[in-house]
């Protein structure tokens, strides 16, 4: 694993949501996981801590009302 090829700065990455005009009201996490497209680490560490038992990680909650 040649980490200087994978690490190489920021990187930002912009996309919309569109949630179902039906969804029910509640409290929702919105959550990312990164797919190594080799299978080596799947899914990808990103941190030592606030990693979920499913590999990915909550980045915020979304309050529905």
């Keep these: 694993l040649m ?3 994978y690490i190489g700065g920021e990187y930002q ?3 919309g ?3 179902p005009s039906n969804i029910s009201t509640g409290t929702y996490f919105l959550c990312i ?3 190594d ?3 080596y680490y799947d899914p990808l ?5 606030g990693r979920q038992s499913w590999g990915g990680y909550i980045l915020k909650n979304i309050s529905v009302t």
């Design 17 to 19: 949501l569109t949630c």
């Design 45 to 49: 560490v990103l941190a030592d801590r």
């Design 13 to 15: 990455h912009n996309a």
């Design 33 to 35: 996981t990164l797919k």
């Design 3 to 5: 980490l200087p090829y």
């Design 37 to 39: 497209p080799t299978g």
